[in-house]
């Protein structure tokens, strides 16, 4: 399992893994083999090697866990890491709005989404890693809607994130127990964002499309994962969109009974 799997949220100061505690590293390698490749069939996740039975699929497809709190809140709509990124560019009162306006929201969102943050070599130069997060959520809105109208997918921008990733298995020991977890190295902005893009990914190869919508509200830009039992899910939240849907029908029913 990776590090988005099997930690807890991190704590707003914690930026670095140890040795200490029990913590066995495995050797820092990095990933060129982890990319994205297109055949008639779809879209595939392909790796020249497997590190004993770890791979991307099941740890970044899952998602960030929505608790009780967190129902209804825009960040996590999306009920996947990937889809919630898109959606970090949504309609607030009707005016568009991006809330990654900065380097701090960034880490802030990675956080919120329990994304383990990288370890930094060097510190990253301003404003790098908010162009850099909204240069790849450009590539990954893109890549969803070819993908939903089933349109050829351009991989290269995406590929060109996971292509320079770098990141080592770690065993942890905890509670008595043996805990495994991918931890990630950067020196740049692309690879401090490679789990967000394996996200990306992992969506677009493994993801079943019939249930990656868009939200039927006027307006509304968010995407979801309808994860419901019945998989009936139209709104980003009902509260939101879909309250204001069934106001504006009851309004057109009873202006039409009035004519």
Same mark, same amino acid.
């Given at each position: 399992?990776?590090?988005?799997?099997?930690?807890?949220?991190?704590?707003?100061?914690?930026?670095?893994?140890?040795?200490?505690?029990?913590?066995?590293?495995?050797?820092?390698?990095?990933?060129?083999?982890?990319h994205t490749?297109?055949?008639?069939?779809?879209?595939?996740?392909?790796?020249?090697?497997?590190?004993?039975?770890?791979?991307?699929?099941?740890?970044?497809?899952?998602?960030?866990?929505?608790?009780?709190?967190?129902?209804?809140?825009?960040?996590?709509?999306g009920d996947?890491?990937?889809?919630?990124?898109?959606?970090?560019?949504?309609?607030?009162?009707?005016?568009?709005?991006?809330?990654?306006?900065?380097?701090?929201?960034?880490?802030?969102?990675? @956080?919120?989404?329990?994304?383990?943050?990288?370890?930094?070599?060097?510190?990253? @130069?301003?404003?790098?890693?908010?162009?850099?997060?909204?240069?790849?959520?450009?590539?990954?809105?893109?890549?969803?809607?070819? @993908?939903?109208?089933?349109?050829?997918?351009?991989?290269?921008?995406?590929?060109?994130?996971?292509?320079?990733?770098?990141?080592?298995?770690?065993?942890?020991?905890?509670?008595?127990?043996?805990?495994?977890?991918?931890?990630?190295?950067?020196?740049?902005?692309?690879?401090?964002?490679?789990?967000?893009?394996?996200?990306?990914?992992?969506?677009?190869?493994?993801?079943?499309?019939?249930?990656?919508?868009?939200?039927?509200?006027?307006?509304?830009?968010?995407?979801?994962?309808?994860?419901?039992?019945?998989?009936?899910?139209?709104?980003?939240?009902?509260?939101?969109?879909?309250?204001?849907?069934?106001?504006?029908?009851?309004?057109? @029913?009873?202006?039409?009974?009035?004519?």
């Open positions: 399992m990776s590090c988005l799997a099997t930690s807890g949220r991190s704590s707003p100061g914690t930026r670095s893994h140890g040795m200490a505690g029990g913590f066995i590293k495995s050797p820092e390698r990095e990933n060129p083999a982890i490749c297109s055949k008639k069939s779809g879209i595939f996740l392909s790796r020249v090697k497997i590190d004993s039975e770890v791979t991307i699929g099941g740890d970044v497809r899952a998602n960030a866990r929505v608790s009780d709190s967190d129902k209804g809140n825009l960040d996590f709509v996947h890491i990937a889809i919630n990124f898109i959606n970090t560019r949504r309609t607030h009162e009707g005016v568009l709005t991006d809330t990654l306006q900065s380097d701090e929201n960034v880490i802030a969102w990675m @956080r919120k989404m329990n994304i383990c943050l990288p370890l930094l070599r060097k510190p990253l @130069r301003p404003k790098a890693l908010v162009r850099t997060a909204r240069n790849l959520r450009t590539l990954a809105l893109r890549a969803l809607e070819q @993908r939903k109208a089933g349109r050829r997918v351009r991989l290269d921008g995406l590929n060109s994130f996971l292509v320079d990733a770098i990141s080592r298995l770690q065993l942890r020991a905890r509670e008595g127990r043996l805990h495994l977890q991918r931890v990630y190295r950067g020196r740049n902005a692309k690879q401090y964002l490679a789990q967000v893009a394996e996200a990306m990914a992992d969506l677009l190869a493994h993801g079943d499309f019939d249930l990656v919508r868009h939200c039927e509200g006027e307006k509304c830009v968010l995407w979801f994962y309808d994860r419901t039992k019945g998989h009936r899910r139209r709104w980003c939240t009902a509260e939101g969109c879909g309250t204001r849907a069934r106001v504006a029908a009851f309004r057109a @029913r009873v202006a039409a009974a009035s004519k």
